[in-house]
């Protein structure tokens, strides 16, 4: 068998039970124009401990497929999302 593929990318849902939605980017050179242009593709990885949370850079490797849409498992968490601080509005006055 080949190998299997590996991406990186960012958590941009986790909102389903074991699983989150990730983004990866990619530089591609337009076929007419021969700009670089950016691409993107989403992928659903299972996560099975749930520790990959909104804004972490991980990375999934390709498995069989574990159901209609899944077929990538979270591989590593390369990098926690720096939680953005909510101020009440009684900590302003």
Known sequence: MGKQKEFTGVVIS???QKTVVVKTMHLT???KYSKIV????????HDELGAAKLGDTVR????????????FIVKQIIKKA????????EEIV
Do not use: G, T, Y
Request: aromatic letters at 2%; a positive charge.
């Open 29 to 31: 050179r337009h076929a």
């Open 14 to 16: 986790d909102k389903m």
């Open 82 to 89: 720096i939680e953005a601080q909510v101020i009440s509005p």
């Open 60 to 71: 999934i490797v390709e498995s069989r497929p574990l159901s209609k849409d899944k077929r």
């Open 38 to 45: 950016k691409r993107h593709n989403k992928f659903k990885a």
